[in-house]
């Protein structure tokens, strides 16, 4: 379970004692004004309706900072019907990819329209509270949906907490490292700094629980609701991570770290890391720690 993430929305002192919204609609319109700060989700649409023979409206559609197709849906409390829901949604998007790219091509542009990631769609799921048999169906299911409890403290702050994670067709990170059975092809064409790279991989993947890995071709993303670590293909003699961390609130060093804000690269975040060695990752430990806890 991923901890509790407070959003201030209007910069009073928060009161304490939790509670959920009035109606569904104050949920969803706050997600909405705010979708790419709480979920790493670029909003596209509201209500978007849905041609087929069943008809709805899907509560929110968006596309995520990986370029992958999120639909998001909201209940003010526990609703059981919640993820089949949105199931039903995401079966009529894949089915309808040319609806999606027309949105994100009038929204986004064409360049976002044509890297579009099918392979990984998601389906966020907002609501008051789920049950574990919500988190047994989420897990059976063999599509990326994440089950994000909300919360209201006083008037001013906003709370989510990823109950459940789930990766679709990417296979789950995980956590052992590769035993004596011999080295991977990457490691023998690579030499080093593939090595490093699977370091990197295993060193990313331990900070917690709910990380999952999202392979793009220009780098690999680490994320739980977010990413918080974007890796690029090994070079000759480093290896380049994007953390989600304030390159302000860090001691830059150079040739280790630097603030990349504003400047192009591949992946997401602020901070670039410089990895040589494995006590360059070891030196690392504290920022990747905050760019977990950022996510």
Sequence with gaps: MVSLKLFNTAGGV???????AVVEADVQDLVEAHMETMLGVRFLASE???????????DSLGIDENGAPVIVEY????DAGVINQGLYYMAWLTDHKDAFRHLVRERLGATAACQILW???RLICVAGDFTRYDAHAAREHRR????????????????LETVASVTGHSAPAKRVRRAAAGPPPGRKQGGAMAELAETVDEVLVGLGDGVT??????YRAYRRLRNFASV???QRTKILVYLRADPKAVDLVPGFTRDVTGLGHHGTGDLELQVRTERDLERAGD???LSYAAA
């Design 75 to 78: 209940k003010r409390g526990t």
């Design 232 to 234: 690029c293909p090994p």
């Design 48 to 58: 978007f309706v849905i041609d087929c023979a069943g008809g709805g409206r899907i």
């Design 144 to 159: 990326s949906i994440d089950l994000v409890r909300y919360r209201y403290f006083g008037s001013d702050h906003f709370g």
């Design 213 to 218: 890995r999202v392979q793009r071709k220009q």
């Design 287 to 289: 920022l990747l720690r």
């Design 119 to 121: 392979s990984a769609p």
């Design 14 to 20: 928060s009161e304490v004692k939790p509670r959920l």
